[in-house]
């Protein structure tokens, strides 16, 4: 794992970490069990070997990394007169400090109360020996080897770093702070054999923090990663055959509600790469989603649904709780790479208040994780950390509250309440001008570029991420590169709509200075509810008497509607695509037919009470146009117009202009199909609900059915020759299944070709990967065998203990 002689970096671990790896190091070395053993604080132990009723071993860790002997000396002094005359069995030290032959012979001298041999003193440099004699005891101790300096120089000076920067950035931040549970090897032993792991769970759960190891733990075997964001297209535009990929597509299924998150056909896209992911040994995929979305997915997605990825626990991994010892380390790890002041780190062991937090029903890793990271601006008078992180998991709102109202500026409220508007990373010049759009509605000065670049700056981190891309935004002027700016903490999304509720007119001015049509189809889902609550909020629940799971922002329709024709054709904000760095992203073409259609969606969803008559003719009239153009110069888009049709007839349009449209654009489409896509297409308008049916429909119906199947022989001759690997191969026989299924005609579906093509590439490939199986079976199950290893825990008294007194000591 590790390579060559370069230092691990023993600062990301705490001191708890630091006594768990001496531990193991001696357990592998001497061949024997031992324990951790809690003695408090004067004790003098922190590991032990007890056999044949008496100690045999006393080991003291001294957790103090990067520091030479002169600066630990005195510490070493003191720790020697606490333990003087009070051990019979081998004594031992070990410290991560820096020591010499000559340091050691005087450590055994000032230690001469007790039985230390100059053999029983490690150093670093006596560290790394026995790291590189056992190997298997890094693989364990995840933190050590994933933030090694050999390691991260791999990381950072490689291909890979360049491509997937901003993930292998954050997850390393994470790192130091994430707690092992029996999580990771499940989740490895998925990705081993079926290739694909779907993490679910809650809100702040821990969720991404996961699939952030894996995909770190991979990357340091060297996979190379690939971050999938809006589109899962994006997956096959860096797919390699035979090459060794990760790909991580995280909130797959979206934040806060499913509607409209998969974009067209993407679902069946989805469960083609899934198959395709399953199939292929060099190939991994990492997905997450809020669990009662997944559910919802498990009803509404038909290709998921016939792939049985959203309900198969070979595939799902359900992330739900946290032992109370797990909940206590990742408190302690949270406050230890805190910085957090020692007066602040030692109110939580006052009258062991650490058990509060752990302990409290509303407790999370994210909202820990806010928490330690705004208490030192929190500016609250008189209250101590312990107050402030009990009061935050008491009322998150009312933390969210403090953080929003009381440590940011009003320019910083408001771009963080305009960005809440957006569906997906957003450019920082699209996000200034929706911001100076707003501003202006409210009247207040708007804020500058410069303004906005330096809050930014301030707000990264906790609020936001930002990251650079190069962008075309027009295809005369070329490449150039841009800022595109997210949310770092989902949570603040559910704040803000839930801040709404109560102050439903502050979105007036909200709607009325958007700039873009996708941020009021963000906020249409605001006000349908489709934002699920994190956690209970107590307060809200008692102000405004919800009996529900789901929070409601009230809005005015008119306005609404009148804020959609004014963006009606301003160009789209949203950058699919925007996490594969060695891509070049463009801005999302918008198409009119699929605004239509949205506007309509909305109007059926507000009980047909957003558009007046004289507005729905208007979208008819624009449908006429479409439907009657010439195709080659204005290509009908059948998904919209099937949505606008079935929208217009339940919104009591003539029902005679309705039938007439859906013939003419029956005619259009079935004149020129390429695509099974097309074909599927073309059968569902042909069998549109709601509708008066065809005449001859039953003639209709099987003329497609028999113009499919000669176009599926076409298709298999055809992409046969053009496919370059089995992975095409398995693409293409998906495309004409899922559309040979819509048509009712799955088992008549043949694909010889393509087939025997698909059999020769994975023969091929299975040849390819032998090799590489062999090499890591017993690597990967020695992996799982370590870290699924039992462990002797230290109480959580005796873990938090150790913050008592800071960097200096850290007696066990």
């Known amino acids: 794992m590790h390579h060559g002689g370069v230092a691990r970096n023993y600062a990301d671990l705490s001191p708890y970490d630091f006594e768990l790896l001496v531990r193991d190091l001696l357990q592998a070395e001497l061949g024997l069990r031992l324990e951790t053993f809690p003695p408090g604080r004067d004790g003098g132990v922190d590991v032990r070997l007890h056999r044949d009723g008496s100690e045999q ?63 029983e003193i490690w150093g670093v440099d006596d560290i790394e020996n026995l790291l590189r004699r056992h190997p298997s005891v890094e693989q364990k101790n995840f933190k050590l080897w994933i933030t090694s300096t050999a390691t991260l120089q791999m990381l950072l000076h490689s291909a890979i770093y360049q491509r997937s920067s901003g993930l292998i950035d954050h997850a390393l931040n994470q790192a130091h702070k994430y707690v092992h549970t029996e999580a990771f090897p499940i989740s490895l032993e998925m990705l081993e054999g079926h290739h694909v792991c779907v993490i679910s769970g809650e809100p702040g759960i821990g969720k991404t923090t996961l699939a952030e190891m894996l995909i770190l733990h991979h990357i340091a075997e060297g996979w190379q990663a690939y971050v999938a964001s809006e589109d899962v297209s994006d997956i096959d535009k860096v797919w390699r055959p035979n090459e060794k990929q990760i790909f991580f597509y995280d909130d797959f299924l979206g934040q806060n509600s499913l509607t409209d998150k998969l974009n067209k056909n993407e679902d069946g896209r989805l469960a083609q790469i899934i198959q395709r992911m399953k199939r292929d040994p060099s190939k991994r995929f990492v997905l997450t989603t809020r669990e009662y979305i997944l559910r919802q997915a498990a009803q509404v997605y038909e290709p998921l649904r016939r792939i049985s990825a959203v309900n198969d626990d ?76 009990h009061s935050g998991l008491e009322d998150p709102e009312h933390l969210w509250n403090i953080i929003f109202e009381y440590q940011l500026s009003e320019s910083e409220r408001n771009l963080l309440l305009v960005l809440a508007t957006f569906p997906t990373d957003v450019l920082q010049d699209d996000l200034q001008e929706a911001l100076a759009g707003y501003e202006s509605v409210r009247c207040v000065r708007n804020t500058t570029s410069r303004e906005v670049l330096s809050a930014l700056k301030r707000l990264q981190g906790t609020f936001v991420t930002t990251m650079q891309r190069k962008i075309v935004a027009d295809d005369e002027l070329g490449e150039s590169l841009a800022t595109l700016v997210r949310f770092s903490n989902p949570s603040f999304n559910d704040y803000i709509c839930r801040s709404l509720v109560l102050n439903p007119r502050e979105l007036t001015p909200i709607i009325e200075g958007c700039q873009f049509f996708e941020q009021l189809e963000t906020i249409w889902q605001w006000h349908l509810g489709l934002f699920a609550k994190s956690y209970h909020a107590h307060k809200i629940e008692e102000q405004i008497n919800l009996t529900s799971e789901r929070v409601i922002p009230i809005l005015s329709p008119r306005g609404l509607a009148a804020a959609l024709h004014r963006t009606m054709s301003r160009n789209s904000c949203q950058i699919p695509g925007t996490q594969i760095v060695n891509l070049t992203v463009r801005r999302k073409r918008f198409y009119a037919a699929s605004r239509d259609a949205s506007i309509l969606k909305m109007h059926s969803d507000s009980n047909f009470s957003l558009l007046t008559n004289q507005e729905i003719e208007q979208i008819i009239e624009r449908l006429e146009r479409r439907v009657q153009a010439d195709p080659e110069t204005f290509p009908i888009d059948t998904y919209a117009t099937r949505s606008i049709l079935s929208l217009l007839m339940r919104s009591g349009a003539r029902v005679a202009q309705l039938v007439r449209l859906r013939d003419q654009a029956y005619e259009v489409i079935t004149s020129d199909m390429s695509t099974p896509d097309e074909y599927d297409e073309a059968w569902r308008l042909l069998t549109l609900e709601g509708f008066p049916l065809f005449a001859e429909l039953e003639e209709k119906k099987n003329a497609l059915r028999d113009e499919f199947l000669a176009f599926v022989k076409d298709w298999d001759r055809v992409k046969s020759e053009e496919a370059a690997s089995g992975s095409e191969c398995e693409n293409a026989i998906e495309e004409v299944a899922s559309a040979g299924h819509t048509l009712g005609i799955p088992y008549e579906i043949r694909t010889p070709l393509l087939d025997e093509v698909r059999e020769q590439f994975d023969d091929e490939h299975d040849r390819h990967f032998e090799e590489y199986y062999q090499g890591s079976s017993s690597q990967n199950s020695s992996l799982r065998d370590v870290l699924n290893e039992a462990s002797d825990k230290r109480s959580v008294d005796e873990i938090f203990e150790t913050l008592r007194w800071g960097e200096s000591s850290t007696d066990g």
């Open 57 to 119: 071993l006393i080991v003291q860790c001294k957790h103090t990394p990067g520091k030479r002997f002169s600066e630990i000396k005195g510490q070493l002094e003191r720790e020697a007169k606490k333990v003087s005359g009070r051990f019979t069995a081998t004594y031992m030290l070990v410290t991560t400090g820096s020591l010499t032959r000559a340091n050691k012979i005087e450590i055994t001298k000032i230690f001469k109360g007790v039985n230390l041999k100059e053999p």
């Open 314 to 389: 070979r595939f799902i991994l359900k992330l739900d709780h946290y032992t109370p010892g797990q909940r206590a380390l990742i408190l302690y790890n949270h406050i230890y790479f805190s910085k957090l002041s020692l007066v602040a780190r030692q109110s939580v062991i006052e009258g062991q208040l650490y058990r509060k937090l752990v302990n409290h029903r509303n407790y999370s890793p994210r909202l820990i994780e806010l928490i330690t990271a705004t208490y030192e601006d929190s500016s609250s008078p008189g209250q101590t950390f312990a107050e402030y992180a």
